[in-house]
């Protein structure tokens, strides 16, 4: 029994840092927001639904959905990237998700749901572009091998746009729709929290993160004149 017992604490050590801290926060908007975007499907309508709301700046309350979150600095370079595979469904004529993140060396899975045909278009720097045309039921993978924010398009369907954000390991977030997010197990040290966002810009700032749960909260005041993808 004493065995067990200490081979499940060893493995649970083994698995989570003795000492590490959490990092939680919301990201608000409280300047103007702009009226949704309805985009006009035209003849695709009988797949598509007449119009699709755009997806550009989704906000609950001031609460902003679809900021990614992650650590840069120099203790950040030690974290561990621990990959996986990362799935975009081209579906009713919409990407699912409209914003998905995954760290550096895990493999992006592009499917698509739609019984129409759709062109793939990632406009990527550090990664190998795509562009690629989509049949019904067709698949496709690629690995993601350095970190940055690429924007994806449909060639076929203006209003279609997504974002993935390749980030340098594995501890990053994505607001819900109450805008909270929270990256766990983080090692203690001295850290820059960036965050961003496709309609709203980027920003970052110096903190330090103990054994506890360190609180960041983040509120811009205005859309961002022009949102970088690098």
């Given at each position: 029994?004493?065995?067990?017992?200490?081979?499940?604490?060893?493995?649970?050590?083994?698995?989570?840092?003795?000492?590490?801290?959490?990092?939680?926060?919301?990201?608000?908007?409280?300047?103007?927001?702009?009226?949704?975007?309805?985009?006009?499907?035209?003849?695709?309508?009988?797949?598509?639904?007449?119009?699709?709301?755009?997806?550009?700046?989704?906000?609950?309350?001031?609460?902003?959905?679809?900021?990614?979150?992650?650590?840069?600095?120099?203790?950040?370079?030690?974290?561990?990237?621990?990959?996986?595979?990362?799935?975009?469904?081209?579906?009713?004529?919409?990407?699912?998700?409209?914003?998905?993140?995954?760290?550096?060396?895990?493999?992006?899975?592009?499917l698509t749901s739609d019984?129409?045909?759709?062109?793939?278009?990632?406009?990527?720097?550090?990664?190998?572009?795509?562009?690629?045309?989509?049949?019904?039921?067709?698949?496709?993978?690629?690995?993601?091998?350095?970190?940055?924010?690429?924007?994806?398009?449909?060639?076929?369907?203006?209003?279609?746009?997504?974002?993935?954000?390749?980030?340098?390991?594995?501890?990053?977030?994505?607001?819900?729709?109450?805008?909270?997010?929270?990256?766990?197990?983080?090692?203690?040290?001295?850290?820059?929290?960036?965050?961003?966002?496709?309609s709203l810009g980027e920003?970052?700032?110096?903190?330090?993160?103990?054994?506890?749960?360190?609180?960041?909260?983040?509120?811009?005041?205005?859309?961002?004149?022009?949102?970088?993808?690098?």
């Amino acid at each position: 029994m004493f065995k067990l017992i200490f081979a499940t604490f060893s493995l649970l050590v083994m698995t989570f840092p003795v000492h590490a801290g959490t990092i939680k926060g919301e990201v608000k908007f409280t300047g103007k927001a702009p009226p949704p975007v309805m985009h006009k499907t035209g003849k695709f309508k009988k797949v598509c639904g007449p119009e699709i709301q755009g997806e550009s700046l989704i906000l609950e309350n001031q609460k902003v959905k679809n900021v990614v979150v992650w650590l840069e600095g120099k203790q950040a370079k030690k974290l561990k990237s621990e990959p996986g595979t990362y799935t975009i469904d081209q579906k009713k004529c919409s990407y699912s998700p409209h914003v998905l993140a995954m760290p550096q060396g895990s493999e992006l899975k592009i499917l698509t749901s739609d019984p129409i045909n759709h062109n793939i278009h990632t406009y990527s720097f550090d990664n190998d572009p795509i562009n690629i045309m989509f049949l019904p039921n067709q698949d496709y993978t690629q690995e993601m091998e350095e970190p940055e924010v690429i924007k994806v398009s449909c060639d076929l369907h203006s209003w279609m746009v997504a974002y993935i954000v390749v980030t340098p390991h594995s501890y990053f977030a994505i607001t819900e729709s109450n805008g909270s997010f929270e990256i766990k197990n983080v090692p203690p040290g001295k850290y820059t929290l960036k965050i961003w966002h496709e309609s709203l810009g980027e920003e970052s700032r110096k903190i330090e993160v103990g054994e506890d749960v360190t609180r960041e909260d983040f509120n811009f005041l205005e859309l961002a004149n022009q949102v970088s993808q690098k």
